[in-house]
């Protein structure tokens, strides 16, 4: 069970303080509600790029590394389809230093067109090495388009292409910062060995002042139920032939979630998963196979992608892919199976509240979705889950109009 206390200041700014005494250190969390599902279609890679543009300095810190780093802090961000996430630790008696840089940029982030330069360099550089010259680096650039038409989850964070980053004005950037970086669009998680007063008068004194533009409202297109199956077959220089398999189905949000997430467990957490004593084991059909669920706050997408072993074509493993998912769809799921896939969900969740920046960024995440007090649900959510309800969403989940394949070709050279 975490702990915590909200407090919501003038603006709009939401925080939330959860006190743990056993460790030296604090984390500040601040979670932007803005992703790449928020971004112009003509305009993609914005969020991710002001991920890094966040890091070039604001007016009054113009290195925000180096204070950070003179106390002994560090620091790091991510960016999803849904949210970008900044995050900091540092010794606890240094707390009001994070509150003193994460304040500053979010008032007053420092554009100069030296810094948009740098970091335009940083993400187009980073489009090539990971998305187009890794091998299978471009499947998601792929996939995404493949499974949505209308919705903005049809282009992946690092944008559609780099010529929109290379193409991003001063003007676009300032306007993006504008609309999204705002107090009431933020939520900031404090937490570590933190008093709640402390956290309160500092909250005051460096985030109160800064003006709030008004929370945004998000008004994107539902994506139409997909009614007929979708292929799409590439080559590339890869070592080994691959398969991608993506289903449509629930958001995050939604009660339906818990059951699909155990589902994904089942075909493929570790090795005793059906994934792997099926396909793997027995019949030597992949090198490697993966089920997950994408976690995403609009409707989502179930993935599989597995790795071919040599000599098996691509409708082979397809076939034997379908044949393993199509038995949630006719048998429940054991009693023994369950249970054990949800001892080890109920593990992981006990081990993720040992780390105080994994809490932080769990509580953030569930205050986005609705209502901090999630992360103290989720694991009675997972262990409520029935063997009828996983049948349930296979059935609803896992139709073949419903599915998007990419077949991956390794080039014969």
Excluded at 248 to 264: N, W
Aim: glycine residues 4%; aromatic residues 10%.
């Amino acid at each position: 069970m975490i702990k915590f206390e909200k407090y919501k200041l003038n603006n709009g700014l939401r925080i939330i303080i959860h006190q743990d005494k056993s460790t030296p250190l604090a984390c500040l969390n601040i979670l932007y509600d803005v992703g790449a599902r928020d971004e112009d279609a003509e305009q993609t890679g914005f969020a991710h790029l002001f991920e890094h543009l966040m890091f070039g300095g604001s007016v009054n810190v113009p290195n925000y590394d180096e204070p950070l780093q003179r106390v002994g802090g560090e620091n790091n961000a991510f960016t999803t389809n849904d949210i970008t996430n900044y995050y900091l630790t540092l010794p606890a008696n240094n707390l009001e230093t994070g509150f003193w840089i994460e304040s500053d940029r979010m008032l007053s982030l420092a554009f100069s067109e030296k810094s948009l330069e740098v970091q335009r360099n940083v993400v187009i550089e980073e489009f090539k090495q990971r998305y187009l010259n890794q091998p299978y680096g471009d499947v998601w650039l792929l996939l995404r388009p493949l499974a949505y038409k209308v919705h903005p989850y049809k282009w992946d964070t690092i944008g559609k292409e780099i010529s929109h980053i290379e193409n991003a004005k001063m003007d676009d950037v300032k306007n993006f910062f504008k609309k999204f970086y705002t107090p009431s669009n933020a939520i900031m998680v404090v937490a570590g060995n933190v008093e709640f007063e402390n956290v309160k008068e500092l909250a005051e004194r460096w985030f109160a002042p800064i003006p709030d533009n008004g929370k945004n409202k998000r008004n994107l297109p539902k994506e139409p139920q997909q009614t007929e199956d979708r292929s799409l077959t590439v080559e590339r220089d890869v070592p080994l032939n691959a398969i991608y398999k993506v289903y449509h189905m629930c958001a995050r949000k939604d009660k339906e979630y818990y059951a699909v997430d155990l589902l994904s467990d089942i075909l493929s957490q570790g090795n005793s998963s059906r994934f792997h004593n099926e396909l793997i084991k027995d019949k030597k059909l992949f090198s490697e196979i993966h089920a997950f669920v994408m976690g995403d706050m609009d409707k989502g997408l179930f993935a599989v992608s597995g790795k071919l072993s040599d000599g098996v074509t691509m409708e082979q493993a397809d076939d034997a892919i379908n044949s393993v998912i199509e038995k949630f769809k006719n048998e429940l799921v054991s009693a023994d199976e369950l249970t054990k896939v949800k001892n080890k969900t109920e593990a992981s969740h006990v081990f993720g509240e040992v780390d105080v920046l994994n809490k932080a960024t769990n509580i953030a995440i569930a205050e986005l979705m609705g209502d901090a007090e999630i992360v103290n649900q989720e694991t009675t959510k997972y262990l409520a889950v029935t063997a009828e309800e996983m049948k349930e969403q296979a059935n609803i989940i896992f139709k073949k109009e419903n599915c998007s394949t990419l077949f991956y070709k390794k080039k014969n050279n």
